[in-house]
């Protein structure tokens, strides 16, 4: 996968040259159908639709002209709702005509309002519409679109004749704008902190995708999957999984390209798997940008967990285990802050207060990391 940039984004690859080949084909083929051996009239919409247009000439076998409509509607990355006509068609082109507009892409429908307008206006004999590339998701119109290429989600494209600020209309495939990042923390704290209810919040609020290692371990074992059969076996036997394949698990999901960013959850719990963390991202070009921290006190911690076991059914949630499960935190867990401090990414938070509370300061704290890495 290579990305590249055109003015200040990026882009990655998205929809290669064999399935555009195949969508222009299918748009030929069923443009020649539909036109039942009479001549049609095609209108090319510029500049995007000139790679598209020229494609499927080549292919289209049945009689037809062809018309150069030019018009501008874009700014940058976003419709800017008001479409002008800068190079107009003479009427005589058009009149008791089988038209077909040839759009690259079909987005919010203004653009393609207007020509509808402008072409009815020239009284065709029928007017009907092709793109190759429809975004349903965006289109605010009711005008139906006869022949549609290739549907796509509504994300901006470059490419095969479509522009981001007039680059890269000559790449032959399509490439989409990469998100940007948001930001890849680890949730951390004693059990009972509350890091698990903190976490789907913060995944919600800011579209982040969130790592919790014993979820992981349940989705494979469910699906059955390599790792998932060899984590059952320990699992079993009452033993702790081995680091190789837990760190295969997320291995397979920091891989997302489509990620915003991470939450981790439990993991990492040594300053072993601290490291390992890191190499793994550094892979992928990204970075861990803080450690957030839970605090609770140790009597409310086993007062919340003692609480909890009344209703989880969970066989650990008892005095005896909390305590257990406590101490292996102090002694296993927690000198993964040190690890953090040293790189200076390790942040506390009051996790005492309501729900909202809590989320609110890891959120001041998540923001104010964000302003300054600008
Ligand atoms: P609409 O008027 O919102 O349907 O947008 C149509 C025009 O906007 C197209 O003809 C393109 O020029 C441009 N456009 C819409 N979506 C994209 C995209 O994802 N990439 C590049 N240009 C786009
Ligand atoms: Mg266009």
Redesign the pocket.
């Known amino acids: 996968m290579k990305e590249i940039q055109l003015h200040d984004k990026k882009f990655i690859p998205y929809i290669d040259k064999e399935k555009i080949k195949c969508a222009v084909k299918k748009l030929a083929e069923e443009i020649k159908n539909d036109a039942q051996n009479q001549p049609v009239v095609f209108i090319v919409?510029l500049?995007?639709?000139f790679v598209f247009a020229a494609d499927l000439a080549k292919h289209y076998t049945g009689e037809a002209t062809f018309e150069f409509y030019r018009?501008k509607?874009?700014e940058g990355?976003g419709?800017t709702?008001e479409?002008k006509i800068l190079v107009d068609i003479d009427p005589k082109f058009i009149k008791d005509k089988q038209v077909i507009v040839l759009?690259?892409?079909?987005?919010?429908?203004?653009?393609?309002?207007?020509i509808i307008e402008e072409l009815q206006a020239k009284q065709p004999a029928s007017l009907k519409i092709a793109t190759l590339?429809f975004?349903p998701e965006?289109?605010t119109k009711d005008y139906p679109i006869d022949f549609v290429g290739m549907k796509i989600p509504n994300?901006?494209?470059?490419g095969y004749g479509?522009?981001?600020d007039e680059l890269g209309r000559n790449l032959p495939e399509i490439y989409?704008l990469k998100e940007t990042r948001m930001i890849d923390v680890v949730l951390f704290g004693p059990p009972g902190a509350g890091k698990g209810t903190q976490a789907q919040i913060l995944k919600d609020k800011l579209g982040l995708t969130y790592i919790a290692t014993g979820d992981l371990f349940r989705h494979h074992i469910k699906n059955k999957t390599d790792l998932g059969i060899k984590a059952q076996s320990y699992i079993d036997k009452g033993d702790l999984v081995p680091d190789e394949i837990t760190i295969g698990m997320i291995k397979e999901i920091i891989a997302d390209p489509e990620a915003r960013g991470f939450i981790f959850d439990g993991f990492p719990r040594t300053v072993k798997q601290a490291e390992v963390l890191d190499q793994l991202m550094a892979d992928k070009g990204l970075i861990i940008d803080a450690l957030l921290s839970i605090n609770v006190p140790e009597e409310r911690l086993i007062k919340r967990l003692l609480e909890r076991g009344k209703t989880s059914g969970r066989s650990d949630d008892n005095e005896e285990t909390i305590k257990h499960r406590l101490n292996q935190y102090h002694t296993k867990t927690e000198p993964v802050k040190d690890y953090y401090k040293a790189q200076g990414k390790f942040y506390e938070i009051d996790g005492v207060g309501s729900i909202d509370e809590v989320n609110q300061r890891l959120l001041d704290i998540i923001g104010n990391i964000k302003l300054r890495e600008k």
């Open positions: 919409v500049k995007g639709s018009l509607s874009y990355t419709s709702g479409v759009e690259d892409i079909v987005d919010t429908g203004n653009t393609l309002e207007k590339f975004k965006a289109y994300k901006f494209i470059v479509l522009d981001y989409r």
